[in-house]
C-alpha cells in the first residue's frame, strides 16, 4: 500500500503539473494581444498598462510560466480582466453552489441506479430488466440541457410547481433554496443515474456469474443471501470508483446545466468569462475544476485499493 | 482505468476482417431490433443531410412577421419560432452541420488518438509514459469545460468548434488502441513479423492494426453519439454553430425563453438531437456485442457531455 500510494501521489502531481501548462497555455493561444481582446476598442491606458504589467506578460514565457505556477501554489491566479479582483476569491465564491448541485444530483442518482441496477442484474431478462435498460439507454442518449427545458415545460410552464431558474442561499430561506434545487439536480441526476444503473446492472451479472457465487449456491444458501453477502460485496467495489468519476465530472461538466437555470456555480462563472473575454478567470476556474477532479480520482484510487487490496499489487 | 484487455484467444491471430466476417456483423445486426431501428434513424440523417435544403418546405431564414410562435399545424409540423420562421425546416437544415461536426470531429480524434496508441503501445518504455501522460493530463478535464476553454480561446464558430471536440475526444482513443495495441504485440504473428525484419512502420499498419479494428470501431459509433451532443452543447451556448445558419443546440437556446408560451421550439430541435445521440449508441453498442463483447468500457467514453 505505501509503494502504491507513493506512486499513486508522483503520478497525480505530473499530470497536475501538466494541467498548469495546458491552462497557462490557454492565454499564450489568445490570438493577438489577449489584455487588448479583452478590453475592447475603449479603455484607459493606465488600466491596460496595469493589467499587462499584473500578468507579466512581456516577460519570456518560461519566466511567465513558472510565475503561473508559484503565484498558483500561493493562492494567486491574477487578477480579472473586467474587474480588476482577485481570480482566486471570485473562483472560491462560486464552489458552494457547483458542490451543491453536484452532490444532490449524485445522491439522487444512487437512490435511483441501486435499486434499478441490481434489480434489473438479478432479474435478467424480466420486464423491469427491460425498463432499466431501456431508461439507461435513453439516459445516456439524452441532452441533459433538453430534458432540463422539458422540465421546466413541464412543472413551470404546465404545472407551476417550481420556478424555472435561479437560487436562493441555504441560509436566507430554505424552502425557496430547495425548490430552485430540484430542477437543475434532477436534471442532471437522472443522467447519471441512467449511466451508473447501466454500469451497476453489468458489475453485478459479471459478479453473478463467478466460481465462488456456484459455490455458494452449492452450499444451499438462500438466492437472496447469495446476493447480499456474495455478488453485492464484489460487484459494487467497481461502483464505488465509476461514481465518484461522475461526482469529479459534474464539478465542472454542468456548464450548460447552470447556464440554463442561472445557477450560479462554476459553469455559469466559466461561461460569463468566456463571453467578457476575461481570460484569468477562465482559467482560474478551469484550472480549479480540473484540480478538483484529479483530488477525486486519487481519493477514489486510494479508497479502492483499500477496498481492494489487490489492486495495490498490481 | 479499466480498459478491459482482450484476452488471448479473442485477440488471436484472426486474419484481417474479410468478407465472411463483414457478412456476420451484417446478420447480427439485422437479428438485432433496436439496431435496425437505430440503423434506420441514421439513414434519415444522412438523407435530411444530403437533401436537406432541397426538402425543407420553407427557407431558413424566410421571416414571417404574421406568424410568429404558432402552435404544429399542417403548414408547420413543428410550429414556427419567434420570428416566424418554420421551425421543422431549421430543425432539417441542421442536421447537415450537425453530421458534418460529428464526423470530422471524431475523425480528428481517431486519427491523432489511434496515431499515439499505436505508437505508445508498439513502442513502450519511455514514449509509453510520456504519450500516454500526456493524455492524462486531457482526461483530467471534463469533457465539455475543455471544449469550451479551447473555442473560447481560438474563437467560435464551426471550425474551432470540430477541432475542440477532436481534442476532448482524443484520450480515450489513445486509450483504446494502447491497450489493445499491449495484447495484440505478444501475438505470435508479430513476432514472426519482426523475425522477418519488416519495419516498424509496416508491422504496425499491416499487423497490428487490422487486428484492434472492432475496439475502434465500437468507440467511433459511440464518440459520434457525444461529439453530436457536444456540438449541441457548444452551440447552446452560442460557442459552436453561429446564426443565421440554424443548429439543434442554439435553436434549444432561443426556445428556452419561450417554454411558458411557444413549448414546440424547446422540443423538436432536442427530440432531433436526442434521436440521432439514441441512434449511434444504439448501434455502437450493438456493434460491440458482435465485434467486441468483452470490451466493457462504455461509460468511461461518456463522463458527462
Given at each position: 500500500m505505501g509503494r502504491f500510494l507513493v506512486r499513486r501521489l508522483a503520478q497525480s502531481a505530473v499530470v497536475l503539473l501538466g494541467v498548469t501548462l495546458v491552462v497557462f497555455l490557454l492565454l499564450q493561444l489568445v490570438p493577438g494581444d489577449p489584455v487588448r481582446v479583452a478590453l475592447?476598442?475603449?479603455?484607459e491606458q493606465d488600466t491596460y498598462d496595469a493589467l499587462r504589467e499584473r500578468a507579466g506578460l512581456d516577460r519570456p514565457l518560461p519566466v511567465q510560466y513558472l510565475s503561473y505556477v508559484g503565484n498558483a501554489l500561493t493562492g494567486d491566479l491574477g487578477v480579472s480582466f473586467?474587474?480588476?479582483?482577485?481570480v482566486t476569491g471570485i473562483v472560491l465564491e462560486r464552489l458552494p453552489a457547483t458542490l451543491t448541485l453536484a452532490f444532490f444530483a449524485v445522491l439522487f442518482a444512487l437512490l435511483v441506479s441501486f435499486p434499478l441496477g441490481i434489480l434489473s442484474a438479478v432479474k435478467n431478462g424480466s420486464v423491469l430488466d427491460h425498463v432499466a435498460r431501456v431508461f439507461s439507454q435513453f439516459g445516456v442518449s439524452v441532452p441533459d440541457f433538453w430534458m432540463g427545458i422539458l422540465a421546466i415545460i413541464l412543472?413551470?410552464?404546465?404545472?407551476?410547481?417550481?420556478?424555472p431558474s435561479g437560487y436562493t442561499p441555504l441560509g436566507e430561506d430554505p424552502v425557496d433554496w430547495f425548490k430552485h434545487l430540484v430542477l437543475p439536480s434532477v436534471t442532471v441526476g437522472l443522467v447519471t443515474a441512467a449511466i451508473l444503473t447501466r454500469f451497476i446492472r453489468s458489475s453485478v451479472l459479471e459478479a453473478m456469474s463467478e466460481d465462488y457465487v456456484r459455490t455458494a449456491e452449492g452450499k444451499g444458501l438462500s438466492p437472496r443471501r447469495v446476493v447480499t453477502r456474495h455478488v453485492l460485496r464484489n460487484a459494487l467495489i467497481p461502483v464505488v470508483t465509476v461514481a465518484a468519476v461522475q461526482l469529479a465530472s459534474l464539478l465542472g461538466g454542468v456548464i450548460v446545466i447552470e447556464v440554463l437555470f442561472a445557477w450560479p456555480g462554476l459553469g455559469q462563472l466559466t461561461f460569463d468569462a468566456v463571453r467578457a473575454r476575461d481570460y484569468p478567470v477562465l482559467q482560474g476556474a478551469v484550472l480549479l475544476v480540473a484540480a478538483l477532479f484529479l483530488l477525486t480520482n486519487l481519493l477514489v484510487d486510494l479508497l479502492y485499493a483499500k477496498l481492494d487490496p489487490r489492486i495495490s499489487v498490481r | 482505468m479499466s480498459v478491459t484487455e482482450p484476452n488471448a484467444e479473442h485477440a488471436?491471430?484472426?486474419?484481417?476482417?474479410h468478407v465472411s466476417e463483414r457478412g456476420r456483423v451484417w446478420a447480427a445486426l439485422r437479428r438485432n431490433k433496436p439496431a435496425l431501428a437505430g440503423l434506420f434513424i441514421l439513414a434519415v440523417l444522412v438523407v435530411a443531410g444530403a437533401l436537406g435544403p432541397l426538402l425543407a418546405?420553407?427557407?431558413?431564414?424566410?421571416?414571417d412577421a404574421d406568424h410568429l410562435?404558432?402552435?404544429?399545424?399542417?403548414?408547420h409540423p413543428f410550429g414556427t419560432d419567434d420570428a416566424g420562421r418554420d421551425v421543422f425546416s431549421r430543425v432539417l437544415v441542421a442536421a447537415r452541420v450537425s453530421l458534418l461536426v460529428g464526423l470530422v470531429s471524431v475523425g480528428i480524434a481517431l486519427l491523432v488518438g489511434v496515431t499515439i496508441g499505436l505508437v505508445a503501445g508498439y513502442y513502450r518504455g519511455v514514449v509509453d509514459n510520456v504519450l500516454m501522460r500526456c493524455m492524462d493530463v486531457l482526461f483530467a478535464f471534463p469533457v465539455l469545460l475543455l471544449a469550451v476553454a479551447i473555442v473560447a480561446v481560438l474563437g467560435r464558430g464551426l471550425v474551432t468548434a470540430m477541432v475542440a471536440i477532436g481534442v476532448v475526444y482524443t484520450p480515450i482513443f489513445a486509450r483504446v488502441t494502447r491497450a489493445s495495441v499491449l495484447s495484440v504485440r505478444e501475438q505470435v504473428f508479430v513476432t514472426a513479423a519482426v523475425s522477418t525484419g519488416a519495419s516498424d512502420w509496416r508491422i504496425m499498419r499491416r499487423h497490428v492494426l487490422p487486428n484492434i479494428a472492432a475496439p475502434l470501431i465500437v468507440q467511433t459509433s459511440l464518440s459520434l453519439a457525444f461529439a453530436i451532443l457536444s456540438e449541441a452543447a457548444l452551440s447552446f451556448l452560442g460557442l459552436g454553430i453561429q446564426p443565421p445558419q440554424p443548429s439543434w443546440g442554439r435553436m434549444l437556446y432561443d426556445g428556452r425563453g419561450y417554454?411558458?408560451?411557444?413549448?414546440w421550439m424547446g422540443l423538436f430541435p432536442g427530440l432531433a438531437i436526442f434521436l440521432v445521440v439514441l441512434a449511434f449508441n444504439i448501434v455502437g453498442d450493438a456493434l460491440r456485442d458482435v465485434l467486441d463483447p468483452r470490451q466493457l468500457t462504455k461509460d468511461e467514453a461518456r463522463r458527462t457531455a
Open positions: 475592447g476598442t475603449r479603455f473586467r474587474s480588476g479582483d482577485p412543472f413551470t410552464g404546465v404545472l407551476g410547481w417550481l420556478p | 488471436g491471430p484472426a486474419p484481417t476482417p418546405p420553407y427557407g431558413i431564414n424566410e421571416v410562435f404558432q402552435g404544429p399545424s399542417r403548414d417554454v411558458q408560451d411557444a413549448w
